[in-house]
T-cell receptor, first 116, second 107 residues
């Protein structure tokens, strides 16, 4: 199994509070991704990173920010959590580009976030 | 929006082959076709990927149509552990996971 951990694995918080989710990898992969998964929506890309300090927005980036200060860590921050951000969050990594690069993506175990 | 089309659900009997179809009509010449699956309460896991030729690995086979606008994931002998949501992904720099196909395996 690829070395990807997510912390915390479960979190309950209140509306309006800041929340930071951490993704840590031991594979030295260049690309890291944050997805959210909700019933009926499959997985949706929030943000991704293509290197240290290089990030870009995904499909559902509003209300989220990310940071990547070193290769192994990718942080997802909800500046002011809302109930609509209740979801399961997955981190993923890949050695190179997806799509045209033919690279595999490896997923973490997920973080279940509940915003009351 | 997902650039692939898959049936919402399929059923199979245990130890029988399963053919999971996917349409990706907007595929370009450099787009790979990837398949992932997600077991209950887990993150997605890689199954197989290919570009033009059919591919085999220990988990499955991938049959790609000659015009590359469709593909089929083949599980040669379904087991109860293969019950999962199967995602076919194609045609973009970043992965777009649609709703996938929910495979049920009957004992």
């Amino acid at each position: 199994d690829a070395g990807i951990t997510q912390s915390p694995r479960h979190k309950v918080t209140e509306t309006g509070t800041p929340v930071t989710l951490r993704c840590h990898q031991t594979e030295n992969h260049r690309y890291m991704y944050w997805y959210r998964q909700d019933p009926g929506h499959g997985l949706r890309l929030i943000h991704y990173s293509y290197g240290v300090k290089d990030t870009d927005k995904g499909e559902v980036s509003d209300g989220y920010s990310v940071s990547r200060s070193k290769t192994e860590d990718f942080l997802l921050t909800l500046e002011s959590a809302t109930s609509s951000q209740t979801s399961v969050y997955f981190c993923a990594i890949s050695a190179g580009q997806l799509g045209t690069g033919g690279n595999e993506q490896f997923f973490g175990p997920g973080t279940r976030l509940t915003v009351l | 929006d997902a650039k692939t089309t898959q049936p919402n659900s399929m059923e199979s009997n245990e130890e029988e082959p399963v053919h999971l179809p996917c349409n990706h009509s907007t595929i370009s010449g450099t787009d790979y076709i990837h398949w992932y699956r997600q077991l209950p309460s887990q993150g997605p896991e890689y199954v197989i990927h290919g570009l033009t030729s059919n591919v085999n690995n220990r988990m499955a086979s991938l049959a790609i149509a000659e015009d590359r606008k469709s593909s089929t994931l083949i599980l040669h002998r379904a087991t109860l552990r293969d019950a999962a949501v199967y995602y076919c992904i194609c045609c973009g720099q970043n992965f777009v996971f649609g709703p996938g196909t929910r495979l049920s395996v009957l004992p």
